[in-house]
Structure formats: C-alpha cells, structure tokens
C-alpha cells in the first residue's frame, strides 16, 4: 500500500533561483525512496537567499541555471525566446523537460551544452560557472546528425576520436556496445540504409561512448513507435542506473517523461520559462506496471493541466 500522496502542485514564480527544499536530499539508487508523490516548490524565501549558498551546496548541482534568458533576432526584431529560466539537475539525478513546441527547450539544451550563450543569467556545471562547457557534456541533439559518410561504427566513435582517443581502441569500446543498443550486425551500414530507431540509437550509442558526467537528450525517441519506446525506456533506466549520470532529456511523451525521471519540469509558451516542476517519487526500479498507479496517474493529471494550459489556437500548424 502506498503511503499517503501529497500530491501538491506548486506554481514556480516567474523570478526565483530555482534551488530545491533544504530537506531534499540528492537521490539514491537502490531503495531508501518513499512511495508518495509531491511536486517541489520554489518559494520567495529561497529565492532571495540561492546568492548566499554554501559552496559545498552548490557541488550537488550538476546543472544550474539563474534568471537565464535568450533572446534571439528574426527580421531586425528582438525574438524572446527564454524568459528567467530557473532549472537544475542534482548530480546522478534524471529530469525531463516538457513544453509547447517552440518554446526553447532545444536553445536551453544548446546553452548547457556550450553550442550557444545566455543573453543574460547565469548557468553553472558542477559549481563552475567560468568554464569552458564544450564538450564536457554529451549531447544528443534533436537531429540524429550522423554523418552520411560514415558507418553506424564510425559515427559511434565520432566523439571518442574527437577526445584523442585512437580509432582501433575506440572501436573496440563501441564493438562491446552494440549489442545493447540493437546494432549487432550493422555495424558496417551506413545511415541511410538504417529505421529512423536504429539512426536514433546510433545517435544514442556515440552520446553515450562519450562517457561524460552529463547527457543532455533533446526528443531522444521520437522516431520510435510505442512498442520499442517501451522496450528502450526500460533499457535506458537500466543503463542510466548502471552508468550513475546526470540525464536531462526533452521530451513531448508525458509517460515517458514521468517513467524515466526524478523530477520533471513543463515550461511555458514562448518565451520559455519555468512554470511547474514536479517530483517523482516512485520508488525504482520501476515496471511499466507504475503507469497504472494512482501516483502516477496523480503526476500525470498535474503536468498535463499545466501543458494544455500553454496550448495556443496559434501554434497549429
Ligand atoms: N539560432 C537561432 N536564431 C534565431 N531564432 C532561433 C534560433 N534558434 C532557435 N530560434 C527560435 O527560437 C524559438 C525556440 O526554438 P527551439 O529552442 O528550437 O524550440 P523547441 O525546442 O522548444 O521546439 C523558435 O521560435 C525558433 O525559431
Ligand atoms: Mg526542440
């Protein structure tokens, strides 16, 4: 029997830091999670008091963003694209990211990740705000970009290359992958020959050969059906447990976002902010059967009021 659900739904203020409850402990693996569900409040208090934080704090936070924003430009015009987003990912923790299309997640992931920059606040990796963050995160875009003229073995190896590491041992590290990610066999094909869920998994595969303390997957099966999205996220909770990272993944698949993570934020229409994180207490290791649970279903009710609530008449196509 599940313990008694606090299944509150807290509003994140449109200005605050982003920081977690002070009891909230970083996650764990194996077991020692309660049952109930909750959603995590970022209350004015913190807010005015995340500039004051001890540094030993501030390790815990793989990712950490403050009042970041984005604007870009679109025919002379100012485009606002990120409003203030506050968000982070404690260390070893999954979060997902849920918004309307548009809305900037990939920007937010393209910031993380070092291929842009902030127009103004702040964004920390591991407590270090001044570093360099190109290529110290893995990143899996919302393209595949494999290149064409590749193998599905020579693109997996892309980014170990790119770390120095030489072609034959990388080969020999991505070889004992293969089979993990459904690719025994073609590891000779090239691209276009592949499913589209065999390019995202190729895709997957050289992300995760990087082997960095942080992966960042923008829609990573979205070119999956329903069936092998099922397989591959209790695939992916495996790994992800076996592999002790960081994950934040955008997604639009509000079970699987709930399925896969610690926490899960929506975000506003555009400009993207912040509107609601919600914590996901489910005890792991989760069966597909959790989907059936009254706390699941809790969490899911929650977050979709929140999204249907960005649906604009002006976003269809
Ligand atoms: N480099 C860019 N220059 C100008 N506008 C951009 C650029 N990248 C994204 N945008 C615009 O920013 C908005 C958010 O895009 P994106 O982050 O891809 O949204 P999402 O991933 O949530 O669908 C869109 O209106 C998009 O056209
Ligand atoms: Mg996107």
């Known amino acids: 029997m599940l313990s ?5 739904i807290w509003v994140i203020p ?23 569900v909750s959603m995590l409040a970022v209350d004015k208090t913190e807010e005015r008091s995340c500039g004051r934080e001890a540094a030993s704090d501030s390790a815990r936070y793989a990712i950490r963003t403050d ?29 997902s990211i849920i918004g309307p299309s548009g809305c900037g997640k990939s920007t937010l992931l393209n910031i993380i990740a070092g291929l842009d920059e902030p127009t103004s606040g702040s964004l920390s990796l591991y407590g270090r705000q001044d570093t360099t963050r190109l290529g110290s995160v893995g990143y899996m875009q919302q393209k595949d970009l494999l290149l064409p003229w590749r193998s599905v073995l020579d693109n997996a190896i892309l980014g170990l290359e790119l770390q120095g590491i030489p072609k034959h041992e990388a080969k020999v590290r991505a070889q004992e992958h293969l089979g993990r ?17 065999m390019r995202q998994r190729a895709a997957f595969l050289r992300t995760v050969l990087a082997d960095q303390e942080v992966f960042l997957l923008d829609e990573p099966f979205g070119a999956l059906d329903a069936l092998n999205r099922t397989r591959i996220h209790q695939w992916l909770t495996g790994l992800w447990e076996s592999m002790q990272k960081t994950i934040v993944m955008v997604t639009h ?8 993570s610690d926490r899960v934020y929506v975000m506003t229409a555009r400009p993207g902010a912040m509107k609601m994180v919600s914590d996901v207490e489910i005890p792991r290791p989760r069966s597909m059967d959790v989907i059936a649970t009254r706390d699941f279903m809790d969490i899911k009710s929650a977050l979709l009021k929140s999204i249907r609530e960005e649906d604009h008449l002006e976003d269809l196509p």
Not at 4 to 8: A, E, H, I, R, S
Not at 77 to 87: A, E, G, H, K, Y
Not at 253 to 260: K, P, R, S, T
Request: negative net charge; charged residues 25%; hydrophobic residues 25%.
């Open 181 to 197: 990610f459904g690719l025994e066999g073609f590891e000779k094909s090239y691209p276009h020959s592949l499913s589209g869920g």
């Open 253 to 260: 698949d509000v079970d699987e976002a709930i399925f896969l």
């Open 4 to 8: 008694t659900p606090k299944n509150l």
């Open 14 to 36: 449109a200005e605050g830091c982003g920081s977690v409850h002070r009891d909230k402990q970083p996650p764990t693996r194996t077991g020692g999670r309660s049952s109930c």
């Open 67 to 95: 009042g970041l924003s984005k604007t870009f430009e679109r025919d002379g015009q100012p485009l606002p694209t990120l409003n203030s987003v506050n968000f982070h990912a404690l260390d070893g923790e999954f979060v």
